[in-house]
């Protein structure tokens, strides 16, 4: 079985700042892309960040300049750092995983239970 853990949501005010962090544990062989994804209520859910197990990422647009991702591969953890934080981007936030389970044979696409963010103006 392989979890992703996540934490550091919370509320904060327009702004300021948050990290969220997600721990992947588990019988897993290797990690390839890690994410961040969210979903407000009534929207869909959407990429917010994305990077790489070699380092390259990928960001939303909304998110450019405010948002960074990292990870650490030893530690199989990803992180996101918000700043200037907006009302907008109140959601639950979703750490995903692509990642091969086991002996490496099983590819799986895994999600963690999400954690709220909720910016005041």
């Known amino acids: 079985q392989v979890q992703l853990v996540e934490s550091g949501g919370g509320l904060v005010q327009a702004g300021g700042s948050l990290r969220l962090s997600c721990a992947a544990s588990?019988?897993?062989?290797?990690?390839?892309?890690m994410g961040w994804y969210r979903q407000a209520p009534g929207k869909q859910r959407e990429l917010v960040a994305a990077?790489?197990?070699?380092?390259?990422?990928n960001y939303a647009d909304s998110v450019k300049g405010r948002f960074t991702i990292s990870r650490d591969n030893a530690k199989n953890t990803v992180y996101l750092q918000m700043n200037s934080l907006k009302p907008e981007d109140t959601a639950v936030y979703y750490c995903?995983?692509?990642?091969?389970?086991?002996?490496?044979?099983?590819?799986?696409?895994?999600w963690g239970q999400g954690t709220l963010v909720t910016v005041s103006s």
């Open positions: 990077i790489t197990s070699g380092g390259s990422t």
């Open positions: 995903n995983a692509d990642l091969l389970q086991g002996w490496g044979m099983d590819a799986l696409d895994a």
């Open positions: 588990g019988s897993i062989f290797s990690i390839n892309a």
